[in-house]
């Protein structure tokens, strides 16, 4: 499934408000500071929905919802978070986890 895509860096001219520095300085203020705006909800009967059109950020990389997706939880007691598996290739999706994803934090 490739329920995300990649939103395209913007080129270094002056271009276009959606193409060029003012895009790239939106985009390098995301990634600093982390966007998530996608709005998941839980039905309560062990299905969740990630509404199409949000942002998100993962690595650096920024997504956008390009579908409606539909999550059903394994177990309905259960609480889950959402994680985010980058194919690689400019799509990614989305899959439940029970426990969030681990920072690691390198010092040189």
């Known amino acids: ?3 995300l895509q990649l939103i395209p860096n913007p080129d270094n ?3 276009a408000v959606t193409s060029g520095y003012q895009q790239q300085n939106n985009n ?3 990634i600093q500071t982390g966007i998530d ?12 929905t990630i509404p199409a059109g949000g942002i998100v950020e993962n690595n650096g ?3 956008k919802i390009a579908e409606n997706v539909i999550l059903n939880k394994p177990n309905i007691d ?6 985010i598996i980058d194919h690689g290739n400019g799509n990614a999706s989305f899959g439940l986890v029970t426990r969030p994803g681990a920072w690691n934090l390198r010092i040189l």
């Open 28 to 30: 390098i203020f995301t």
């Open 37 to 48: 705006t996608t709005e998941p909800y839980d039905n309560g009967n062990g299905v969740i």
């Open 78 to 83: 259960t609480a889950y978070f959402v994680e």
């Open 1 to 3: 499934m490739n329920e």
């Open 13 to 15: 001219l002056p271009n």
């Open 61 to 63: 990389v920024m997504f």
